[in-house]
T-cell receptor, first 113, second 117 residues
Framework: AQSVTQLDSQVPVFEEAPVELRCNYSSSVSVYLFWYVQYPNQGLQLLLKYLSGSTLVKGINGFEAEFNKSQTSFHLRKPSVHISDTAEYFC???????????FGKGTMLLVSP | ETGVTQTPRHLVMGMTNKKSLKCEQHLGHNAMYWYKQSAKKPLELMFV???????ENNSVPSRFSPECPNSSHLFLHLHTLQPEDSALYLC????????????????FGPGTRLTVL
């Protein structure tokens, strides 16, 4: 079985500052990795995904993530955040070849002026 | 309508009521999912359907009953719920289940906020 750990339940940051949201996973098989974002009163929207190839993945809204197999991590980064990035961010994992996702508990990103 | 839609967006029900949640996807996908999102807990996968057949049921109590009449529609029938069932219920769809060795991205609806009194 797979599991996902998002160590930070909440990350406060000032506008235009860089941010990193941490995600670690555990799995006995090869996995695919995802980051989703949930804005208030909305469903989840895919930010980016790692399936194979380059370990640095670029997504929408200026976000990127790096897959580190040795550290079993898939941290999400953005060099300069905006107020509109305030949302909850979920890291998820699936077994290779399957679409079923296992999610972390989420990290609330709070961007203030 | 585009993407994945869910109705109603909000629902308040008593423990003896019977209600249904509806999900519709306009993406031509073959797989659909129900998730439960409770505060401070990871999203919990409840049911998975592929080509209208249930392929996964993650130990969900029988007071939740899914129905998939066609590949575009998914229902969650609710009866005799408990207050701890209050949560956001999310529907998602993907092109397929990814069993061919690739993973299909899941697309989510906005959810139904359920409150059980």
């Amino acid at each position: 079985a797979q599991s996902v750990t998002q160590l930070d339940s909440q990350v406060p940051v000032f506008e235009e500052a860089p941010v990193e949201l941490r995600c670690n996973y555990s799995s006995s098989v090869s996995v695919y990795l995802f980051w989703y974002v949930q804005y208030p009163n909305q469903g989840l929207q895919l930010l980016l995904k790692y399936l194979s190839g380059s370990t640095l993945v670029k997504g929408i809204n200026g976000f990127e993530a790096e897959f580190n197999k040795s550290q079993t991590s898939f941290h999400l980064r953005k060099p300069s955040v905006h107020i509109s990035d305030t949302a909850e961010y979920f890291c998820a994992v699936s077994k290779q070849g399957y679409s079923t996702l296992t999610f972390g508990k989420g990290t609330m990103l709070l961007v203030s002026p | 309508e585009t993407g994945v839609t869910q109705t109603p967006r909000h629902l308040v029900m008593g423990m003896t009521n019977k209600k249904s949640l509806k999900c519709e996807q306009h993406l031509g996908h073959n797989a659909m999912y129900w998730y439960k999102q409770s505060a401070k807990k990871p999203l919990e996968l409840m049911f998975v359907y592929s080509l209208e057949e249930r392929v996964e049921n993650n130990s969900v109590p029988s007071r939740f009953s899914p129905e998939c009449p066609n590949s575009s529609h998914l229902f969650l029938h609710l009866h005799t719920l408990q207050p701890e069932d209050s949560a956001l219920y999310l529907c998602a769809s993907s092109q397929d289940l990814g069993l061919a060795g690739i993973t299909d991205t899941q697309y989510f609806g906005p959810g139904t906020r359920l409150t059980v009194l």
